[in-house]
């Protein structure tokens, strides 16, 4: 069996501090070195930040280090520890708390999307082997008044040690911490400490808020007395689809050819998300807070879009082919195709997005209440989007085939990326298709908006969740479009040559609680008419105001 020499706290602690600083924080030390001055002024405020943090270290484990109490701790901050540095080394994520609202609120299919052999070394090597040393090590615990004294010796040095190494480096250390926030929610674990507090925090103030009602004196507008005939909106909530390789928006490469062939096709090329993950941009797209104001424990706990648009009379359906609606769909109807047994569309737990549209030809058919229904789509979710379409739907190739995307050529990530929106471009444009063919039975419209972009490398960033303030556009621009029969633009007077006019006007997630509030011809005093992206198309609200 094996032995393991008897150690005082002082040297586990220590050793410890030393194993997390260096075995943890391989991303960081590169991105550090990218970012000091080169030649020796640049090693030695590496060096000194290094110090700083092996003694902080040091010093809140010493704390920490009591019988029942110190192996715990480490065992937990070795193996959180690894996985956070597999992410970290692998997609070049950044740890906060909305990471971990990601982590909470994910599906066992994206789950499995991320679990690799390298993930199982890096758990392996990095968090149980040292782990199982940490729980067979001896170590000698001196009598409770001796082991204060030894700790209140070592706290003292740590203190200042800290001190010391800060006022000699204080104007590069300074400098260093003041310009690059990115390093806290790198430095592993201190960023899992403080990003499960911030967790633990945001949901306690959300459990403590009442539930609010919102929008409640919504009513329709008179102008639906004149409608000819029922009316079914589509809103299609994309995922991960980056503006920047939309083909009608631009891009060089022809990612959307069914698109740019639909007759009456907006697209708007300057929109911009709330956040950088689903399970902030959905619920704050449909929230009416708008991005600078958005307050996660707030719209969980009150009503939204949907709530409103149900109050004022329309059916409200959300169809779900990803992991929920985050809260925002929790009083309508919802409907989960996720995990249809569909042989055609569903394997290995998950269902490619034209899932989404069966028997949607039999709904219009059968409509007899003025409807929206949302699709949320699982689109273009990485980091194996060769799964995210079918077999041989594939126009771009070589396709990178391993969720290790760093491992993979800049050219093969996006052609399985670009994969993706071509597979989305045949999912929108079976909509619209469907859609148009049944027009003369019901006023049909389509508006598609993506939850976030996605990052494919630039930068040494993959996917997406990077906190706002430091993300990059390609997370945040997104693709947004449109298509309204002919009827529908009749009978909610709408004007889409006017509208075609605001292709490049900048606009963002938050115009569109307004501009459905506006566009569907719903009164309520939570209506902004400036943030309605269609109110200066709409010739019958100027008419009437």
Known sequence: MLKIKSLRTEWVTLLASLYLLVGMNMFLWGHLEDIVPPGMVGLWLSLAFAVMMLFAFNLILTLLAFRYVLKPVLIVLFMSGAAVAYFMNQYGVLIDAGMFRNVAETNAAEVRDLLSLKFALYMLLLGVLPSLLVWKANIAYRSWHRELLGKLVVSGACVVALGSVALVNYQGLSSLLRNHHELRLMLTPSNIVGASFGYVREQIGSAAQPFQAYGEDARRDAAWQHHARKSLTVLVVGESARADNFGVLGYARDTTPRLAKEQGLLSFTDVHSCGTETAVSVPCMFSGMGRKDYVPSVAKNREGLLDILQRAGLAVQWRDNQSGCKGTCDRVQFIDVSNLKDPALCANGECHDEILLQGLGELIDNLDQDTVL??????????EYFKRYPAGAEPFTPVCRSNALNQCSEQEIVNGYDNTLSYTDKVLASLIDTLRSKQDKVDTAMIYLSDHGESLGEYNLFLHGTPY??????????????????????DFGLDTDCLAKLRDAPLSQDNLFHSMLGLLQ????????????????????????
């Open 374 to 383: 949302v699709l949320h789509q699982m689109g273009s979710h990485g980091p």
């Open 522 to 545: 719903v009164r309520t005093g939570v209506y902004q008419q400036s943030l309605d992206m269609f109110a200066g198309c709409r010739p019958w609200l100027a008419a009437d105001r």
């Open 469 to 490: 303030m430091m993300a990059p556009d390609q997370q945040k621009h997104v693709p947004l479009l449109a298509w309204f029969s002919d009827s529908y633009q009749q």
